[in-house]
């Protein structure tokens, strides 16, 4: 039979001598404060409450187990009498000390997970040189040929000379970090030419450098905002770059970066540069004279044509230039003009593609580097201005619209202007015909440009960034 035996206070003598079956209680200093509690078990335990009047009901509220030697477990008698202290503060506070306690370990279980989660974003937070990475890594994942440029301009223009701001989290960058790698760029002389190369450095500042820097930063800020928010691809393990506001859209567009490559050639110089490729090696001067009769195709998208993409009438392009997520389909007509033009590279296939003039494909920089030679060259001898293939790529369309080729057929020749839902959704049509058309007639024109015959048809009327200039086709 259970014994019930009332003190005003209990010590761990009376404690340990419990019978089986028994009670203690120790009532709390205070009137009204409740008291603590023991009952031992039928196995010896001994486990303690604190004893309430709640609702004009007894309620109890376990504290654990008392201790009964130094080495078992539970709670000393000095530890037992705390917590039921501050069980009474809380009833006299609260008063249901079980919907307090319910609520408060609710709470902490809330901070304690906000705290794991923040040490988990933490560890995925990507600072300023993952976020560059990232934007690259990206950009090779959708296989923009633009990719490896990014690149070599993040490492060259700016994680090599700020190694302070790259290990700093993206989203604390702010526009006057952003103002502080463009002007330190801008004070930057462009590079020489290597060693035992005893040519000249450019003679140019590094505006233009700098804008494509400027413009990719933005870009890059602009992806880091929501790429752990894409639906498209596991973002779990992704870094979290968290970017509120873009930093680097604070700091002014630079202007007048890029107007000297939208000078067109006149019809003479086109023909002096025509004729002047014919002094290149023959597989040079196949490759850059097709570039001209294929209407001015942009370099990273031609010469990366391998045989697969090949046929006997037909050169398969993909434009991956753009916001696009696929790259497009391009294809490009062979004329039988343009068949003979690129003879030498069809009749010895030395590389991974017709546009090779080693075991690789010829470089676009390689390339484009013959045009500008080619500049040099002749504005040198007084027969045409300074040019570089940019300027080339505009004399075709300029020249091509003079034709009368019209804007849509040169959009779907040369790939741009695509972007419209029409373009995008619905149309498939490969305008094959109307692009072998177009081609046709460019190539006959050229040919009356390198043989300094006359051109019937017409006049030209370029316009210039300065005047007006009226030039007659000849």
């Known amino acids: 039979m259970a014994i019930n035996t009332a003190d005003k206070s209990v010590n761990d003598q009376k404690l340990k001598g419990m019978p089986p079956a028994s009670k203690l209680t120790e009532s709390l200093p205070g009137r009204s404060r409740g008291s603590l509690l023991f009952k031992r078990s039928q196995n010896g335990a001994i486990s303690a409450y604190f004893r309430y009047r709640l609702n004009s009901k007894d309620t109890m509220i376990s504290l654990g187990q008392y201790r009964l030697s130094a080495r078992a477990p539970g709670l000393a008698l000095s530890e037992l009498r705390d917590k039921a202290a501050e069980m009474a503060l809380i009833a006299s506070e609260h008063g249901d000390v079980k919907v307090y306690l319910a609520a408060r370990a609710a709470a902490e279980k809330t901070q304690r997970q906000a705290v794991v989660l923040a040490q988990q974003l933490a560890t995925r937070q990507g600072s300023f040189e993952e976020l560059l990475n ?44 952003i103002h502080l790698v463009m002007s330190a760029l801008l004070a930057r002389k462009p ?49 979290v770059f968290d970017i509120g506001v873009n930093p680097a859209t604070k700091v002014p567009t630079l202007a007048n970066t890029r107007g000297g490559q939208t000078e ?70 062979l004329t039988a003009r343009i068949k003979q033009i690129l003879t030498p590279l069809f009749e010895s296939k030395i590389g991974p593609g017709p546009f090779c003039i080693g075991r690789r494909c ?44 019209t804007k849509e057929i040169r959009s779907w020749l040369l790939s741009h202007g695509r972007n419209d839902v029409q373009s995008i959704h619905y149309d498939r049509y490969s305008y094959l015909p109307e692009k072998k058309a177009a081609l046709e007639l460019w190539g006959r024109y050229l040919d009356c440009l390198y043989a300094e015959k006359e051109w019937d048809q017409g006049k030209v009327i370029l316009l210039s960034r300065k005047r007006p200039q009226e030039i007659t086709k000849s």
Not at 139 to 159: C, D, N, P, S, Y
Not at 193 to 209: F, L, P, Q
Not at 373 to 401: I, P, Q
Request: aromatic letters at 6%.
């Open 134 to 177: 990232a934007y690259v890594k990206d950009l090779t994942a959708r296989g923009k040929v633009k990719a490896k440029e990014v690149e070599r301009l993040f490492q060259t223009h700016v994680i090599q000379h700020h190694p302070d701001l790259m290990t700093r989290p993206a989203k604390s960058i702010t526009g006057e970090d």
């Open 191 to 239: 590079k020489g030419r290597g060693i035992g190369n005893k040519a000249k450095t450019a003679n140019t500042d590094m505006r233009s450098t700098a804008a494509s820097v400027h413009r990719y930063l933005k870009a890059a800020f602009s992806y880091g905002s929501k790429a752990h928010l894409s639906l498209d691809r596991d973002v779990s393990d992704s870094k």
């Open 264 to 333: 067109s050639l006149t019809p003479e110089e086109l023909g002096e540069l025509l004729r002047h490729l014919d002094t290149l090696p023959p597989r040079e001067m196949a490759i850059c004279k097709g570039l001209i009769y294929l209407g001015g195709q942009r370099m990273e998208q031609l010469l990366r044509v391998t045989w697969e993409d090949t046929s006997d009438d037909l050169l398969h392009l993909t434009d991956g230039k753009g916001q696009k997520t696929q790259a497009w389909d391009h294809l490009l007509p």
């Open 362 to 405: 010829i470089r676009p920089d390689t390339a484009g580097k013959r045009f500008s030679d080619a500049g040099k060259a002749l504005s040198g001898s007084g027969k045409t201005r300074y040019f570089s293939y940019a300027n080339v790529r505009v004399s075709a369309e300029t020249l091509m619209a003079a034709l009368g080729i």
